[in-house]
């Protein structure tokens, strides 16, 4: 099966920069994608790594280490309106089919 | 059409009966997924669908349900003799292809809260 793993809850100050890390193990890795999902709401695409390094998308960014496992979601300029959960997930590929597998969700807290 | 849809948005249902959920996707995307979502977790695999195919039913939880995708296009979750412990957010998302381009990811429907008393 797949593992993935990311923080349950983190709280940061409007205006400033937050890291959200994402580890995980997979057996036909085809990408991690991160979700943005508001309370109530569906799921939103944020972002997506298939190589290593730093994609860069305005105030997120994410980076990706295939050999680690490892992934983080980087917001800066943080705004009362990034208070959401964000969702880690990692593409499977198996027999030519993609699968994804979400981790637990990181709840932000932005405060004024 | 212009995004994922689902209906119906909630159902509420007694501990016994059937409900059938229904999901249509993206016009022309080829993946169909289905999720179930507790509040404050990620969305948990259900099933998967290729265009009609069911590839993959290994989330299932049990043989009360099923899913099935006729013509390639709308997809129906069915829960037969529901239980308490089946009440949460039942999620569809929608993918252009299935197969391994970099590009393509999920687009997730509004979902369905069902309620079972």
């Known amino acids: 099966g797949q593992n993935i793993d990311q923080p349950t809850e983190m709280t940061a100050t409007e205006g400033a920069i937050v890291q959200i890390n994402c580890t995980y193990q997979t057996s036909g890795f085809n990408g991690l994608f991160w979700y943005q999902q508001h309370a109530g709401e569906a799921p939103t695409f944020l972002s997506y790594?298939?190589?290593?390094g730093l994609e860069e998308k305005g105030r997120f960014s994410s980076f990706l280490s295939r050999s680690k496992g490892y992934s983080y979601l980087l917001l800066k300029e943080l705004q009362m309106k990034d208070s959401a959960s964000y969702l880690c997930a990692v593409r499977d590929r198996d027999d030519n089919f993609n699968k994804f597998y979400f981790g637990s969700g990181t709840k932000l807290n932005v405060k004024p | 059409g212009a995004g994922v849809s689902q209906s119906p948005r909630y159902k509420v249902t007694k501990r016994g009966q059937d409900v059938a959920l229904r999901c249509d996707p993206i016009s022309g995307h080829v993946s169909l997924y289905w999720y179930r979502q507790a509040l404050g977790q990620g969305p948990e695999f259900l099933t998967y669908f290729n265009y009609e195919a069911q590839q993959d039913k290994s989330g299932l939880p049990n043989d009360r349900f099923s899913a099935e995708r006729p013509e390639g296009s709308i997809s129906t979750l069915t829960i037969q003799r529901t239980e308490q412990r089946d009440s949460a957010m039942y999620r569809c998302?929608?993918?252009?292809?299935?197969?391994?381009?970099?590009?393509?990811?999920?687009?997730f429907g509004p979902g369905t809260r069902l309620t079972v008393l």
């Open positions: 790594n298939v190589l290593d």
């Open positions: 998302a929608s993918s252009l292809t299935s197969g391994g381009l970099s590009t393509d990811t999920q687009y």
